[in-house]
């Protein structure tokens, strides 16, 4: 089963995106946007700067725990993934968002 990314609406009116691996886990979540177009758009950045292993920021949260975001050629923020208990399995993840977001389909569950 492909990846997919779910557009959604947030309870104070923004939009956002998750990609979703095969088995459903999300392995990416956007920023909030204030307009539908804009998460779309962040969406296709996404799955433009995905395959570019120079676009991920591998970082820790206050806990240690590894984590890592995804960036647009100017270097801002697209997606970031969840806190992984070991670095090997934030590499999983990495691999995951680089297999699943080029070809990935978008499923819009917000209602306008």
Do not use: C, H
């Not at 990416?28 to 204030?34: A, D, I, M, P, V």
């Not at 647009?72 to 090997?88: D, F, M, T, V």
């Amino acid at each position: 089963m492909a990846g997919k990314f779910v557009v959604t609406k947030t309870k104070n009116e923004k939009f956002m995106f998750n990609l979703k691996a095969g088995n459903g886990e999300i392995i990416l979540t956007s920023e909030q946007y204030n307009a539908k177009a804009s998460a779309l758009n962040g969406i296709e950045s996404v799955k433009k700067n995905a395959v570019d292993d120079g676009r991920y920021e591998r970082k820790a949260d206050k806990d240690g725990k590894p984590f890592f975001v995804l960036k647009a050629g100017n270097g801002e923020p697209i997606g970031k993934s969840e806190s992984y208990s070991s670095e090997s399995a934030m590499e999983n993840g990495i691999k995951s968002v680089k297999t699943n977001a080029p070809d990935a389909k978008v499923e819009d569950l917000t209602v306008e």
